[in-house]
């Protein structure tokens, strides 16, 4: 029976029940309205799944019940979704209930029922998410969810997320098996606050606060509270431990690769490779089997099709290595988040969102992205990069870790400092002011690691795309005109540009004079909530280094307050040195580090975060706005 | 004679596999003719009975351009698709169905439909991809679809692009092929007509980019072929075609659900009868008001209103019982209301006309194609006329007040139907001026010397902005719209010290919005203060960043609108506004104005934003980016005080 016609046979029964089912009655009793959680739009009283692991799968049974306490979150409310698989995950049954302010009850029809696939060229995937939803949900009334739900994984383990937009006052987590055991790890609750009542089987959380919509957010699940749940099957069980993930990971990588080989002692090879790779293969996410979101392709497949994810292009690519004669192992990291993981978190597949390739070396080979582990050098390459220089890491490995698979074992290692191609890009604009204000002269661009994602748009698609990049990220006037552009990109991936602008409207009215236009200097910074309505730390995000020269004559006498402005502090650095004269020319550098503040420490965070916003506002006044002499 | 038929068929069929000549392969990307990224060399669609065939030759140019030979099957019907992807070394990989990935795209309870992805293996940055596939078609159209719709311009340059209309052998329910084109330059295609097939051929156009303020229908490259089924019934002359659809199609969909509301909807309508005034403008307006109390729309209902609905979804199944439970119920859909407000001026006798609106976001309006798809024939508007012009109403779409409706009707062609005579005429919809759709925001702000600041926000609008105050309000009780507005002003910096939503809780109101609130600014060791002096305004039009070299589309925006922000400060004695702050521009799009004065203590800011029109010709673009830039800088520009006795 197909997934979705199974979900429509299993729904069935009468349109209307008498009242909700006692477990949602119970769960409702339990807890005090009065005191419901201040500006939530909806609470949960009761979130219990129950899982059970037999015969290698998963059996997931879950409880929803939630009070909606705002009209403004009722549609949301009234919303239960499960996440799946075409062919992995059957939904063995699904109820609902709502109960409205008047008393009457309505059980879940079948035609609030249906089934979305979210699969785009880009990615091609099986997943699918259900969702079940009640019509005219209101303030007051309460809605309660049952699903039944069974699933196959590759893993033993399962994780389990604690929070969610909205508060929870009671999260319960039953666990069975067939073999008896199974390995609890809750991590994160500890400082959030959060105690576990654990008995055989059972682990109890009340009152969990909701994730707020906070600005600098952090921006990984990984930070926020969660269980992880294995049902091992020996200490051989991939999710058992690093190692043992690690051990497994090769076998599977290599049958994919199917190939073996020798270390490296010779930059040919790899390089032919690496080439070939970044011209003739095209990154595709392709999640279509159970598995494939760690299982490759076999490499020659991958090569057939000429696309691929990053397991099946760093397949490929020992695939390819391999018939040199070289081998290759994959690199298991998590990327795209500011969250670094180690190998002292609890040992889990789910931390990892990406694979690249360790290629063992024989002895140096002079790259700046080889790593030592032990006795043992290897070099790392990220195939689904196609453009930073082969040897080298882009600007978002920085300080990361990654774990090497080994049939030995995990080989932790973290990316060296001067394996990055440190992004930067500067901006260079010499010409003349005319009477009304207009800008026109030559604009030069130098960016180096992709910063703005100008050289990835140059080859990838076009210099007209590239601009049209560039107008985008500076957040350019439609005024603005950019003609005549060169483009060059050297050995080291620095690609620089040459262009002609016309910038009518340069400088615009503001303070009482006249400003340089935001493109230029930076918008103002987001504002943050105050520190006893903030509920979430303080993530604040790199600002790759920005600095701009600029020769402007026709000034006709405007000058800036200050010649100079600097400064430096925790969060960054700033400088702006103006020179007057019949040209004015300005040098201004602008850079923010990352920095990461606890909840511990949210009072000194918002304090940074403020100082740096009032240095840059006066900076913003003091410096940037031209007044006639 | 059959076989006749089938050989020019076959004759008109598309060419399927050529060889692939030297010119194939000269193709590349000329950045100074508009080419990037992949050309569509060939593709060519013929229609036939039972099938649709398509054939597409593309050449590859650049990474980018790898997605022109993608293939996408939302329907899950496609079939026998085959291709190849070939290199310039002639090596070739070939693809078919195989290839396609199937995946589900929905599911519900009684429809499921799988979407069907092909990404070509072996796809480089320098090749020809070849696809052909077949679509299942029932009379020449695909199969449970009553329209055809494919543009000829794509993302890429397409050099050639060919339609082949073979003639239908089933003469039943015959349907028309119409061809349509926004410009109709004649060296752009070539018309091949035979006895069985007439072949439409497009030649040479260029890749369509987004456009700021486009409308992918209303371009000089927005050609494209539209098929439709047609009334077989109804005249196809364009004296009779329309006045036949609204004698037998429109009359019928108004009114072919029984109507038997019983006696409570008499006395109610006898009640209103007895006060209906004489002007029929007034009229119209009160019963429309009178309406809107007695009929909550499902889709914008109070909160108490929204506890009241109990609906269940198998009132829909009987279609005879709907509009008396509408009536007993007080509420409805969209589509029930309508017809329920038919009956109700049907049975008012009000002199009004009917009004089936095109909108800006379809294909323009041609009363020769005899085509009603532009039309919702369940959904009219109403007509009042006052000295020829028409008050329109738009009873159904709650948020809007008498004598308003949706902008993106405004301006454009309109079927007109008398329900007295059921007779038809073409109007265009007067489109309303900046004035109607108005916004004001008037501010009061107290500074201290030590930099605390107290303020005080109230904010109203009418026509779109009174609707979208209606949208954003009316739905929520009242302490969810004060602590969402509390919400969006509350930070590190401000303390709302109270907030208030009036004239949100019916549908006839003025909208309020006030907020109080305190905040400080840091004014240790500086001597000139720089303030925002409308904090929250909303950007009227959005400011993008990219525009295409060549304009092809004319400009639309959202609607005429005048936004007027005031701010009365009250500042220390001592403190002088600082510098250079009036200024004031216009063009044929808008005007905008910022004025500052101080008297005393009293620091005045104002700022006049109006946009004339929400349409413009293309050639307008210059002067576009002009008043946006205008604009961008209005409502960035902050203004500086000197504090007492400071130096910069």
Not at chain 2, 480 to 493: D, Y
Request: proline letters at 5%; a negative charge; charged letters at 20%.
């Amino acid at each position: 029976m197909k997934f979705s016609t199974l979900i429509m046979f299993l729904l069935c029964g009468s349109l209307f029940a008498s009242e909700l089912p006692d477990w949602a009655s119970q769960a409702v009793s339990q807890v005090d309205v009065a005191n419901a959680p201040k500006e939530a739009g909806f609470w949960t009283v009761l979130d219990r799944t129950r899982i059970e692991y037999r015969g290698g799968k998963f059996r997931r049974k879950r409880q929803v019940v939630r009070l909606i306490l705002q009209q403004g979150s009722a549609e949301e409310a009234a919303v239960y979704t499960i996440d799946g698989e075409e062919k992995n995950t059957r939904i063995e049954a699904l109820n609902g209930w709502h109960r409205r302010a008047d008393g009457s009850v309505k059980k879940l029809f079948k035609k609030n029922v249906m089934t979305l696939g979210f699969s785009t060229s880009r990615y091609l995937t099986r997943e699918t998410t259900t969702y079940a939803f009640f019509e005219q949900a209101n303030r007051g009334d309460i809605v309660a969810f049952e699903s039944d739900e069974s699933e196959s994984n590759l893993f033993t383990a399962t994780t389990i997320m604690l929070m969610s937009n909205q508060p929870t006052a009671m999260k319960i987590i039953e666990w069975q098996s067939d073999s008896g055991s199974a390995r609890v790890q809750p991590v994160n609750l500890e400082s959030w606050g959060l105690s576990v009542q654990q008995s055989e089987g059972r682990l109890e959380i009340r009152n969990i606060p909701q994730i707020r919509d906070e600005s600098l957010a952090p921006d990984d699940s990984l930070f926020f509270p969660y269980v992880n749940l294995a049902f091992l099957a020996g200490d051989s069980d991939p999710s058992a431990s690093w190692d043992s993930l690690a051990r497994w990971y090769t076998g599977v990588f290599q049958s994919a690769a199917s190939s073996s080989g020798n270390l490296a002692n010779d930059k040919a090879p790899l390089e032919n490779v690496a080439q070939t790779i970044a011209k003739s293969m095209t990154y595709r996410q392709v999640y279509l089997e159970p598995g494939r979101g760690w299982k490759p392709l076999a490499g020659a497949e991958v090569e057939r099709r000429a696309y691929g994810d990053c397991k099946d292009l760093s397949a490929c690519t020992a695939y390819k290595l391999g018939k040199s004669g070289v081998m290759a192992q994959p690199a298991l990291a998590r990327i795209a988040t500011n969250f670094l993981i180690d190998a002292t978190l609890p040992a889990s597949p789910y931390v990892f969102n990406h694979v690249i390739v360790a290629i063992p070396l024989a002895q140096s080979l002079g790259y700046a992205a080889e790593v030592v582990h032990g006795e043992r050098r290897f070099l790392l390459y990220d195939p689904t990069d196609r453009y930073t220089p082969f040897g080298q890491l882009s600007h978002q490995w920085k300080g990361r870790n990654l774990m090497i698979c080994d049939s030995n074992g995990a080989l932790w290692v973290t990316v060296p400092a001067g394996a990055v191609n440190q992004a930067s890009i500067q901006f260079g604009l010499v010409g003349a002011l005319d009477a009304n204000n207009s800008f026109k002269g030559k604009w030069t661009v130098s960016e180096r690691g992709d910063a703005m994602g100008l050289l990835t748009v140059l080859n990838e698609a076009s210099e007209r795309d590239m601009i049209n990049q560039l107008r985008e990220m500076l957040s350019l006037p439609g005024l603005v005109t950019l003609t005549n552009c060169k483009s060059q990109v050297d050995a080291t991936g620095t690609l620089s540009l040459e262009m002609d602008v016309i910038w009518p409207g340069f400088l615009q009215r503001n303070a009482g004079g006249l400003r340089l236009p935001t493109a230029i200097i930076g918008q103002s910074l987001v504002t943050l909530e105050r520190l006893e309505e903030r509920q979430l730390p303080l993530w604040i995000d790199e600002l790759t280094s920005r600095s701009w020269h600029l020769e402007l004559s026709g000034m006709n006498g405007l000058a800036a307050l200050k010649d100079s402005w600097s400064w430096k502090e925790t969060l960054g650095e700033f400088s702006w040195k103006a020179t007057n004269g019949e040209t004015f020319v300005v040098d201004y550098q602008r850079q923010r580090s990352p920095a990461r503040y606890a909840l511990a420490d949210l009072k000194d965070g918002l304090k940074a975060w403020e100082d740096y916003g009032t240095n840059f506002e006066r900076f913003l006044v003091n410096a940037t706005v031209f007044y006639r002499n | 004679m059959y076989l006749t038929l089938m050989l020019m068929a076959l004759l008109a069929a598309p060419p399927g596999e050529k060889p692939l000549s030297a010119s194939d392969w000269a193709v590349v990307q000329k950045p100074e003719a508009d080419i990037y990224d992949a050309v569509v060399l060939i593709d060519t669609t013929s229609f036939f009975d039972t099938a649709i065939e398509r054939f597409r030759r593309v050449r590859i140019l650049s990474e980018s351009g790898k997605v022109a030979a993608e293939f996408r099957d939302e329907t899950g019907t496609a079939k026998s698709l085959q291709g190849r992807v070939v290199l310039p070394d002639g090596s070739e990989t070939r693809f078919s169905q195989e290839d396609l990935v199937e995946t589900l795209s929905f599911s519900s309870r009684r429809h499921k439909g799988s979407s069907r992805l092909l990404v070509p293996p072996g796809l480089t940055t320098d090749c020809i991809v070849e696809l052909s596939w077949t679509i299942p078609a029932q009379r020449g159209l695909p199969l449970k679809a009553s329209t055809y719709f494919e543009a000829i311009a794509e993302p890429w340059y397409v050099a050639t692009k060919s339609f082949t209309f073979n003639k239908i052998r089933s003469q039943a329910n015959e349907f028309l092929v119409r061809q349509l084109w926004t410009t109709a330059e004649p060296e752009r295609f070539s018309v091949d007509k035979g006895s069985a097939y007439t072949r439409v051929t497009y030649r040479n156009f260029q890749a369509v980019a987004e456009q700021p303020f486009g409308n992918e229908f209303r371009h000089e490259q927005g050609h494209y072929v539209y098929a439709f089924r047609y009334y077989s019934d109804l005249n196809p002359s364009p004296d009779k075609f329309w006045g036949e659809l609204a004698q037998k199609v429109i009359r019928n969909n108004l009114t072919w659900l029984k109507f038997a509301p019983g006696s409570e909807w008499d006395a109610w309508v006898q009640e209103l009868k007895a006060a209906l005034p004489a002007d029929p403008v007034a009229a119209m307006t009160m019963v429309q008001s009178q309406f809107r109390r007695k009929f909550t729309l499902i889709s914008l209902a109070s909160p108490e209103q929204a506890a009241r609905i109990m609906r269940t979804t198998k009132e829909n199944d009987i279609p005879e019982r709907i509009l008396g439970n509408v009536v007993r119920r007080g509420y409805g859909d969209y589509y029930e209301l309508s017809m329920v407000f038919f009956h109700l001026v049907e049975e008012l006798k009000l002199p009004a006309v009917l009004i089936f609106p095109t909108s800006i976001d379809q294909m323009p309006f041609n009363p020769k194609s005899f085509d009603d798809n532009s039309f919702n024939l369940y959904l009219p508007f109403y007509a009042i006329y006052v000295n020829d012009r028409p008050v329109v109403f738009a009873p159904v779409y709650y948020e809007y007040r008498a004598g308003y409706y949706p902008s993106r009707h405004m301006a454009l062609p309109a079927l007109q139907v008398d329900p007295r005579s059921w007779t038809s005429q073409f109007i265009v919809l007067p489109p309303l001026s900046a004035e109607s759709n108005r916004l004001v925001t008037q501010y009061r702000t107290t500074l201290q010397e030590n930099g605390e600041m107290e303020m005080s926000y109230k904010r109203q609008g009418t026509g779109e902005y009174l609707s979208y105050f209606t949208r954003k309000h009316f739905p929520l009780p009242a302490a969810e719209r004060t602590q969402n507005l509390i919400h969006a002003w509350s930070t590190q910096h401000t303390t709302v010290t109270a907030a208030a939503v009036e004239g949100a809780d019916d549908l006839e109101s003025v909208v309020t919005e006030t907020i109080t609130a305190k905040s400080r600014n840091n004014i240790s060791n500086i001597s000139r203060l720089a303030i925002d002096p409308f904090p929250h305004s909303m950007l009227p039009i959005d400011l993008p960043s990219v525009w295409p070299e060549r304009r092809e589309q004319d400009l639309f925006l959202s609607f005429a609108q005048q936004t007027i922000d005031l701010n009365t400060f009250t500042v220390p004695e001592g403190w002088r506004l600082f510098g250079e702050n009036d200024w004031e521009h216009s063009n044929q799009i808008g005007s905008i104005k910022f004025k500052c004065t101080q008297e005393g203590t009293k620091v005045t800011v104002r700022r006049d934003f109006v946009l004339n029109r929400s349409f413009y010709p293309r050639e307008l673009e210059g002067q576009l980016k002009e008043f946006l830039a205008w604009m961008d800088e209005a409502f960035n520009q902050t203004i500086a005080l000197d504090l007492k006795g400071g130096t910069p």
